[in-house]
């Protein structure tokens, strides 16, 4: 019995001998993969003021009230600012997102144009980027280059994952290269389903647009009328009782 044990184990550890250098072998190609797109990938400038903005801010507001109650205001402001700086978009960000999400149904349609000619789908996205441009040409640019090299859909595709509406073209692309399903009539789809989503979300901001517009006449007339119609009638009424 011992030496059966023996046996078992010694079996054991060659297994894992064996194994440990094909899965660090395995980790390497991959970290050398996602080190090879990202010397690839188009990079803009990545620094980020929030940070020493709120410290300037902090020190600012600490010298100008002085004292405990500055000094209090200074450390609070140098700690919330950098959240609350990271929730506006700059007019670059919000102009990039919305040309992304613009070219994101006619990207989709043309994926699907190009795999029913028969491209397979790197040389497809590869396409596609070319023809669009742009942001989002560039995260296709970004998805051929790494389904090329040889890195996972889930890897290659997460990409577009930034994209509102991205995530849905990545899922669909994900499925099919594990169920075989066919990609250009799902890209077809959700090329439509993006369109439609996109016509309700444009007709309830002019829904809201004309909410917006009405409401400074609302301000505007409501104090007239509690002057022109309401503080007559309570001054009169007001002198009757007394």
Request: glycine share 8%; hydrophobic share 55%; net charge positive.
């Amino acid at each position: 019995m011992s030496a059966q044990l023996v046996a078992a184990g010694c079996l054991a550890g060659v297994a894992v001998v064996a194994t440990v250098p094909e899965i660090l072998a395995d980790r390497a190609a991959r970290h050398r993969l996602r080190q090879v797109i990202a010397r690839d990938v188009p990079r803009g400038p990545t620094r980020d003021l929030t940070r020493p903005v709120a410290a300037l801010a902090g020190v600012t507001l600490a010298l100008l009230i002085g004292g405990a109650l500055g000094l209090a205001t200074g450390v609070t402001a140098a700690l919330v600012l950098p959240r609350l700086l990271r929730r506006f978009e700059s007019a670059a960000a919000r102009r990039q997102r919305l040309r992304e999400i613009a070219d994101l149904p006619l990207a989709a349609d043309l994926l699907a144009a190009a795999l029913r000619a028969g491209a397979p789908v790197d040389r497809a996205a590869a396409a596609v980027a070319k023809a669009l441009a742009g942001p989002l040409g560039e995260r296709l640019a970004t998805v051929a280059r790494s389904l090329r090299l040889g890195a996972e859909p889930q890897e290659a595709w997460a990409h577009l994952m930034p994209v509102a509406g991205g995530e849905r073209l990545a899922r669909a692309a994900v499925r099919s290269s594990a169920s075989g399903a066919a990609l250009a009539g799902a890209l077809t789809r959700l090329a439509d389903d993006l369109r439609a989503d996109r016509a309700v979300t444009t007709e309830a901001a002019a829904r809201r647009a004309g909410v917006l517009i009405v409401l400074p006449l609302g301000l505007c007339f409501l104090p007239a009328f509690i002057l022109a119609g309401l503080v007559p009638v309570i001054v009169a009424v007001l002198g009757d009782v007394l």
